[in-house]
């Protein structure tokens, strides 16, 4: 194993357990029928929702998926190009 495949492993087992975190750490909506009949509520959360709590995490868990992501892409090219 080269030095690449092992550092790339090791970011995409943290990658995964990050992942893992961020997505039992996100709360569930479960809006269902309420939002069909009722409609969304205009809250004060509803505006600011870029500064709660649950935007913070999906950001977090957008920015590990695209890191996760990418390190599988480059790790696949480099080692049908290295063998």
Same mark, same amino acid.
């Given at each position: ?26 709360? !569930?909506?479960?809006?269902?029928? *309420? ?8 809250? =004060? @959360? ?5 500064? !709660?709590?649950?935007?913070?995490? *999906? ?8 890191? =996760? @992501? ?14």
């Amino acid at each position: 194993m080269t030095a690449v495949n092992i550092i790339s492993g090791i970011i995409l087992v943290i990658a995964s357990v990050a992942i893992i975190l961020a997505v039992l750490f996100s709360d !569930t909506h479960n809006s269902g029928l *309420n939002s069909a009949i009722g409609g969304s509520s205009d809250s =004060f @959360f509803g505006r600011n929702g870029g500064n !709660t709590r649950e935007a913070k995490i *999906n950001k977090i868990t957008s920015i590990v998926v695209l890191v =996760f @992501f990418v390190v599988a892409l480059v790790v696949n090219v480099l080692s049908a190009y290295l063998g």
